[in-house]
């Protein structure tokens, strides 16, 4: 068994979820928000100093995250359902691993054909309010991703496993993949690239290197 998964924000879509999210809160909260995201993808800060005070600012209902689906859906990578549908066909279960949110994450998923989508869940309340999200999911601190890799390898009984993202708590995977595919579409991060068994910058790039 072949596992590929892939990073969601600025990897198999142009956006970044959380980013979005605060956009719909105006150009103030949206700035704030995009700095603390920026930080933690390049390691600046750890990614838990920041995921919940991210939400507590914007509380995100469930018409915010239906909103965001559609944007990801709109943002997809050119490249990305044919490089998906390629896999597929040799041999390959994709799978998505994100610190994006699952609600806003599985139109996108749905779109690309890929069944299991690895994120966060939000919690919301009778009419649609913010509730809170899964505070204990792996992906909302950092080396959540390769928790989360080491669990499907074993779950799955994948011989072989290909991580493909864009930022920092992606990289930390490697040490429980075969390769490690640095994606540099939307946004190079120097450490990724440099670090990268190999770095793309077109989805459809990977075809060859697996």
Known sequence: MKLICFDCDSTLSSIEGIDELARIRGPEVFARIEAMTADAMDGKVRLEDVFGLRLAIIRPGAGDAAAVGGRYVAGVEPTAKAT????????????????????????????????????VDLFFGPDGSYGGYDSAYPTTRSGGKLEIIRRLRAELGAGRVVMVGDGVSDLETAPAVDLFIGFGGYATRERVKREAGAFVTSLAAILPLV
């Not at 799978?95 to 690309?112: E, K, N, T, Y």
């Open 84 to 119: 998906v549908a390629g896999l597929a066909r040799a041999g390959w279960t994709p799978v998505i691993v994100s610190g994006g949110f699952r609600q806003a994450i599985r139109p996108l998923a749905d779109f690309l054909g890929v069944d299991r989508v690895e994120a």
